[in-house]
């Protein structure tokens, strides 16, 4: 840089420094006189030095002084005939030394980690539920319990009843773990924090069955989505009823058991390559996913020229996951992101697979059950 001074002004800044690598930049702002160092501005001019700031400090620790508010020593100080600053100085001393703060006890919610379960086969993890019915008058009610299965989706376990209690919550769980063969150390059972899922009976039946409980997140309401999902897609069909209402039990009963057959046997699932929940459940979905990927083998044997890469994956998943942990190229869930034609399939007989189409509440289907 010294050799670039010297010689810069007689041949050439530009050509000096390009013979030199160094930047002109930096030998032009080297040239350029330094400002003086900054000195901290001075404090305003009826700041109270510092040591009659540690003499109000140590005022304000006098055992007497101690637990009163500021405003409360001022006014005491005065009445002594004493001034020694005002009551915003006060807490700005106390500021600076930390000893200002909120003196009752503030609840803080402590951050809850959200449950992450793992399914590979069926009976490993059920997601249960209670959704409301409407009844036939306002303020009336049916109760609607609900157990699936989250790796197949099949319902496992149902029960409509005119009240939420934990006794019909815990004779419902244990029958269907019954139904289902269930053994000690094989199902965790999710659900969020209602009463009857948190209940006393509830949780020494299932210690019993040596059944794992997990649960919602507190004052969170998206980690049961598979049985959230279900519920919408159940309150969603043109088959439900047009004002919500059902006008008996029997009537509420009998509705929900054509839905869950039809959900079970016949609804082909978005989130299980298009099989029905029962095919998952029992096994029977590898042969007809390898039985599509055969089609599509001939299908692409016959005309190449229509297929550019790989076809369709019919491959069944291997895995299904509660809450599985965000990346930024993925989702936190599939549970809530149903396919177009996923909440419009009516309750039908087997082997129906016409999707209704959304088109109103007045389009009931003759075969829908009422």
Not at 77 to 84: A, N
Not at 280 to 293: C, N, T
Not at 324 to 342: F, L, V, Y
Request: aromatic share 8%.
């Amino acid at each position: 840089m010294e050799t670039a001074q010297e010689v810069g002004p007689r041949l050439g800044v530009a050509s000096t420094c390009a013979a030199l690598g160094v930047a002109a930049a930096t030998y032009y702002r080297r040239r350029k006189p330094q400002p003086a160092a900054r000195t901290a501005p001075p404090g305003p001019p009826r700041t109270l030095p510092a040591t009659e700031r540690a003499s109000v400090l140590d005022l304000l620790h006098e055992p007497r002084f101690v637990d009163l508010a500021p405003a409360q020593v001022y006014a005491g100080l005065l009445d002594e005939k004493r001034y020694l600053c005002s009551e915003r100085t006060m807490y700005r001393i106390l500021e600076e030394n930390q000893e200002v703060r909120e003196r009752r006890a503030q609840l803080r919610h402590p951050s809850y980690a959200a449950p992450q379960l793992l399914a590979t086969a069926p009976n490993q993890l059920w997601s249960w539920d209670i959704t409301k019915l409407l009844g036939p008058a306002k303020w009336t009610y049916f109760y609607l319990y609900v157990i699936l299965d989250v790796f197949s989706r099949y319902v496992v376990g149902w029960m409509v009843a005119h009240r939420e209690t934990a006794v019909l919550a815990e004779k419902l769980i244990r029958e269907t773990c019954a139904r289902q063969g269930i053994v000690p150390g094989q199902l965790t059972i999710h659900a969020d924090r209602g009463s009857s899922m948190t209940s006393k009976p509830v949780a020494l039946l299932l210690a019993d069955l040596g059944v794992v409980k997990s649960h919602s997140r507190p004052y969170v309401s998206d980690d049961n989505p598979f049985s959230e999902s279900l519920f919408g897609t159940m309150k969603g069909l043109p088959a439900y009823p047009e004002d919500g209402r059902f006008e008996s039990d029997a009537a509420a009963r009998a509705w929900v058991e054509a839905f869950v057959h039809w959900y079970n046997h016949v609804h082909l699932h978005s989130a299980i390559r298009f099989v029905t929940p029962a095919d998952r459940h029992f096994g029977r979905d590898v042969a007809i996913l390898e039985a599509r990927h055969a089609v599509y083998q001939a299908a692409r044997q016959r005309n190449p020229e229509r297929w550019t890469g790989e076809t369709r994956d019919w491959s069944p998943p291997r895995t299904v996951r509660l809450n599985p942990k965000r990346t930024p190229d993925r989702p936190a869930s599939r549970a809530g992101r149903r396919h177009r034609h996923h909440r419009v399939l009516p309750p039908a007989a087997v082997g129906s697979q016409e999707p209704a189409g959304r088109r109103g509440r007045k389009h009931r289907p003759s075969h829908a059950p009422s």
